[in-house]
Protein backbone atom coordinates (compact mmCIF):
# COMPACT_ATOMS: atom_id res chain seq x y z
CA UNK A 1 0.00 0.00 0.00
CA UNK A 2 1.86 3.13 -0.81
CA UNK A 3 1.44 6.02 0.91
CA UNK A 4 5.16 7.67 -0.71
CA UNK A 5 5.10 9.32 -4.17
CA UNK A 6 8.41 9.84 -5.69
CA UNK A 7 9.40 10.83 -9.32
CA UNK A 8 10.07 8.36 -11.31
CA UNK A 9 13.89 9.29 -12.76
CA UNK A 10 16.16 11.97 -12.57
CA UNK A 11 19.31 12.66 -13.29
CA UNK A 12 22.27 14.28 -11.41
CA UNK A 13 25.70 15.79 -12.78
CA UNK A 14 28.41 13.49 -11.16
CA UNK A 15 29.91 15.57 -8.14
CA UNK A 16 26.71 17.29 -7.56
CA UNK A 17 24.68 17.58 -4.71
CA UNK A 18 21.69 14.93 -5.78
CA UNK A 19 18.03 15.89 -3.68
CA UNK A 20 15.48 13.41 -3.85
CA UNK A 21 12.15 14.28 -3.09
CA UNK A 22 9.47 12.29 -1.41
CA UNK A 23 5.67 12.79 -0.54
CA UNK A 24 4.36 11.24 2.76
CA UNK A 25 0.85 13.36 3.23
CA UNK A 26 -0.84 10.93 5.30
CA UNK A 27 2.21 9.72 7.47
CA UNK A 28 0.93 8.84 10.93
CA UNK A 29 2.85 10.25 14.13
CA UNK A 30 4.93 7.57 15.01
CA UNK A 31 5.70 6.22 11.45
CA UNK A 32 9.58 6.62 10.17
CA UNK A 33 10.71 7.53 6.96
CA UNK A 34 13.40 5.10 5.59
CA UNK A 35 15.31 5.38 2.51
CA UNK A 36 17.41 2.70 0.55
CA UNK A 37 18.17 2.23 -2.65
CA UNK A 38 18.65 -0.41 -5.31
CA UNK A 39 21.75 -0.99 -7.75
CA UNK A 40 20.63 -3.03 -10.30
CA UNK A 41 19.44 -6.42 -8.79
CA UNK A 42 21.43 -6.17 -5.92
CA UNK A 43 19.48 -6.71 -2.48
CA UNK A 44 17.52 -3.36 -1.31
CA UNK A 45 21.03 -1.41 0.38
CA UNK A 46 19.90 0.82 3.92
CA UNK A 47 20.81 4.52 3.63
CA UNK A 48 19.22 6.27 6.12
CA UNK A 49 16.04 6.95 8.59
CA UNK A 50 14.48 9.28 10.99
CA UNK A 51 11.02 10.33 12.49
CA UNK A 52 11.08 14.64 12.55
CA UNK A 53 14.80 15.30 12.66
CA UNK A 54 17.25 15.62 9.76
CA UNK A 55 19.44 13.38 10.05
CA UNK A 56 22.75 12.61 8.56
CA UNK A 57 25.16 9.93 8.53
CA UNK A 58 27.96 9.01 5.77
CA UNK A 59 26.08 8.02 3.12
CA UNK A 60 23.52 11.32 2.98
CA UNK A 61 21.35 13.42 4.52
CA UNK A 62 17.76 13.29 5.43
CA UNK A 63 15.98 16.59 5.63
CA UNK A 64 11.91 16.36 7.38
CA UNK A 65 9.97 19.23 6.85
CA UNK A 66 8.29 20.69 10.12
CA UNK A 67 4.67 18.85 9.33
CA UNK A 68 6.61 15.60 8.30
CA UNK A 69 4.41 15.51 5.05
CA UNK A 70 7.60 15.31 2.72
CA UNK A 71 11.07 14.60 2.79
CA UNK A 72 14.61 14.96 0.99
CA UNK A 73 17.34 12.57 0.62
CA UNK A 74 20.62 14.32 -0.13
CA UNK A 75 23.66 12.90 -1.44
CA UNK A 76 26.38 15.24 -1.35
CA UNK A 77 28.50 13.94 -3.98
CA UNK A 78 27.22 11.73 -6.30
CA UNK A 79 29.29 9.32 -8.01
CA UNK A 80 28.50 6.90 -10.77
CA UNK A 81 28.42 4.54 -8.22
CA UNK A 82 25.04 5.87 -6.81
CA UNK A 83 23.00 5.51 -9.60
CA UNK A 84 20.35 3.44 -8.42
CA UNK A 85 16.83 3.52 -7.84
CA UNK A 86 16.45 5.19 -4.72
CA UNK A 87 12.89 3.98 -2.10
CA UNK A 88 11.30 6.05 0.25
CA UNK A 89 9.20 4.20 2.66
CA UNK A 90 7.19 4.91 5.81
CA UNK A 91 6.65 2.53 8.68
CA UNK A 92 5.30 2.40 11.88
CA UNK A 93 8.40 1.52 14.73
CA UNK A 94 7.30 -2.24 15.18
CA UNK A 95 9.33 -4.55 13.65
CA UNK A 96 6.73 -6.86 12.50
CA UNK A 97 6.03 -4.63 9.80
CA UNK A 98 6.63 -5.09 6.42
CA UNK A 99 8.78 -2.95 4.34
CA UNK A 100 6.32 -1.26 1.62
CA UNK A 101 8.81 -0.85 -1.76
CA UNK A 102 7.31 1.26 -4.52
CA UNK A 103 8.56 2.17 -7.90
CA UNK A 104 11.19 4.61 -6.26
CA UNK A 105 13.19 7.07 -8.55
CA UNK A 106 15.82 6.29 -10.65
CA UNK A 107 18.61 8.67 -9.98
CA UNK A 108 21.20 8.72 -13.00
CA UNK A 109 24.51 9.85 -12.61
CA UNK A 110 25.96 11.34 -15.46
CA UNK A 111 29.33 12.16 -16.15
CA UNK B 1 30.21 -4.29 9.13
CA UNK B 2 28.11 -7.62 9.54
CA UNK B 3 26.03 -8.40 6.63
CA UNK B 4 22.96 -11.17 5.23
CA UNK B 5 24.32 -13.86 3.56
CA UNK B 6 22.12 -15.49 1.16
CA UNK B 7 22.94 -19.14 -0.58
CA UNK B 8 22.62 -20.01 -3.66
CA UNK B 9 23.76 -16.56 -5.22
CA UNK B 10 21.85 -18.15 -8.85
CA UNK B 11 19.45 -21.53 -8.31
CA UNK B 12 18.14 -23.21 -11.65
CA UNK B 13 15.48 -25.78 -11.06
CA UNK B 14 13.19 -28.01 -12.82
CA UNK B 15 9.63 -26.83 -12.67
CA UNK B 16 7.88 -28.77 -10.04
CA UNK B 17 10.63 -29.68 -8.03
CA UNK B 18 11.03 -28.22 -4.32
CA UNK B 19 13.89 -25.71 -3.48
CA UNK B 20 15.50 -24.34 -0.42
CA UNK B 21 16.62 -21.14 -0.47
CA UNK B 22 19.31 -19.93 2.65
CA UNK B 23 19.92 -17.16 4.61
CA UNK B 24 22.37 -16.24 7.58
CA UNK B 25 21.07 -13.51 9.12
CA UNK B 26 22.72 -10.64 11.11
CA UNK B 27 23.57 -12.31 14.16
CA UNK B 28 22.05 -10.45 17.05
CA UNK B 29 18.95 -9.66 15.15
CA UNK B 30 15.32 -11.14 16.11
CA UNK B 31 13.53 -10.33 13.06
CA UNK B 32 13.13 -12.39 9.59
CA UNK B 33 11.88 -11.63 6.36
CA UNK B 34 11.47 -12.93 2.86
CA UNK B 35 10.70 -10.67 -0.04
CA UNK B 36 11.00 -11.08 -3.94
CA UNK B 37 11.44 -9.42 -6.77
CA UNK B 38 10.28 -10.33 -10.34
CA UNK B 39 12.24 -9.22 -13.13
CA UNK B 40 11.29 -5.66 -13.98
CA UNK B 41 8.98 -5.64 -10.86
CA UNK B 42 8.79 -4.43 -7.14
CA UNK B 43 10.07 -5.65 -4.41
CA UNK B 44 7.37 -7.83 -2.91
CA UNK B 45 7.07 -8.66 0.81
CA UNK B 46 6.57 -12.51 1.26
CA UNK B 47 6.30 -12.98 4.81
CA UNK B 48 7.84 -11.99 8.53
CA UNK B 49 9.63 -14.45 11.44
CA UNK B 50 9.71 -13.08 14.63
CA UNK B 51 10.25 -15.34 17.78
CA UNK B 52 9.95 -19.15 15.72
CA UNK B 53 7.23 -18.24 13.89
CA UNK B 54 5.37 -16.53 11.43
CA UNK B 55 4.13 -12.99 12.73
CA UNK B 56 2.74 -11.64 9.03
CA UNK B 57 2.54 -12.96 5.32
CA UNK B 58 1.04 -12.11 2.17
CA UNK B 59 -0.89 -13.47 -0.36
CA UNK B 60 1.76 -14.69 -2.43
CA UNK B 61 3.07 -16.91 0.83
CA UNK B 62 0.51 -19.34 0.33
CA UNK B 63 0.78 -23.32 1.47
CA UNK B 64 3.53 -23.85 -1.28
CA UNK B 65 5.90 -21.36 0.72
CA UNK B 66 7.40 -22.13 4.52
CA UNK B 67 10.27 -20.75 6.75
CA UNK B 68 11.94 -22.01 9.04
CA UNK B 69 14.28 -21.23 11.62
CA UNK B 70 16.43 -24.71 11.96
CA UNK B 71 19.16 -23.77 13.89
CA UNK B 72 20.85 -20.41 15.62
CA UNK B 73 22.12 -19.35 12.62
CA UNK B 74 20.31 -20.12 9.20
CA UNK B 75 16.73 -18.68 7.89
CA UNK B 76 15.48 -20.81 5.26
CA UNK B 77 12.76 -20.51 2.88
CA UNK B 78 11.14 -23.68 1.20
CA UNK B 79 9.10 -23.57 -1.92
CA UNK B 80 7.82 -26.71 -2.92
CA UNK B 81 5.87 -27.55 -6.46
CA UNK B 82 7.88 -24.93 -8.22
CA UNK B 83 6.24 -23.06 -11.27
CA UNK B 84 7.63 -20.73 -13.36
CA UNK B 85 6.00 -17.77 -12.40
CA UNK B 86 8.11 -18.99 -9.28
CA UNK B 87 11.56 -17.38 -11.09
CA UNK B 88 12.73 -14.24 -9.43
CA UNK B 89 15.04 -13.23 -7.38
CA UNK B 90 14.54 -13.19 -3.14
CA UNK B 91 15.54 -11.34 -0.83
CA UNK B 92 16.19 -12.10 2.97
CA UNK B 93 16.01 -9.22 5.79
CA UNK B 94 16.76 -9.07 9.23
CA UNK B 95 16.03 -6.00 11.80
CA UNK B 96 17.34 -6.25 15.60
CA UNK B 97 15.81 -5.85 18.70
CA UNK B 98 15.19 -1.88 18.27
CA UNK B 99 12.10 -1.70 16.83
CA UNK B 100 12.61 1.67 14.78
CA UNK B 101 15.84 0.32 13.15
CA UNK B 102 16.10 -0.53 9.48
CA UNK B 103 15.95 -4.30 8.07
CA UNK B 104 19.17 -5.05 6.16
CA UNK B 105 19.04 -7.39 2.76
CA UNK B 106 21.21 -9.90 1.67
CA UNK B 107 22.10 -9.35 -2.13
CA UNK B 108 19.72 -12.34 -3.00
CA UNK B 109 19.17 -15.51 -4.74
CA UNK B 110 18.32 -15.62 -8.01
CA UNK B 111 15.75 -18.65 -9.15
CA UNK B 112 14.77 -19.23 -12.38
CA UNK B 113 12.12 -22.53 -12.88
CA UNK B 114 12.88 -24.13 -16.57
Known sequence: DAKTTQPTSMDCAEGRAANLPCNHSTISGNEYVYWYRQIHSQGPQYIIHGLKNNETNEMASLIITEDRKSSTLILPHATLRDTAVYYCIVRPPDGFNKFYFGSGTKLNVKP | ?114
Not at chain 2, 94 to 106: M, V
Open chain 2, 1 to 114: EPEVTQTPSHQVTQMGQEVILRCVPISNHLYFYWYRQILGQKVEFLVSFYNNEISEKSEIFDDQFSVERPDGSNFTLKIRSTKLEDSAMYFCASGDRSTNQPQHFGDGTRLSIL
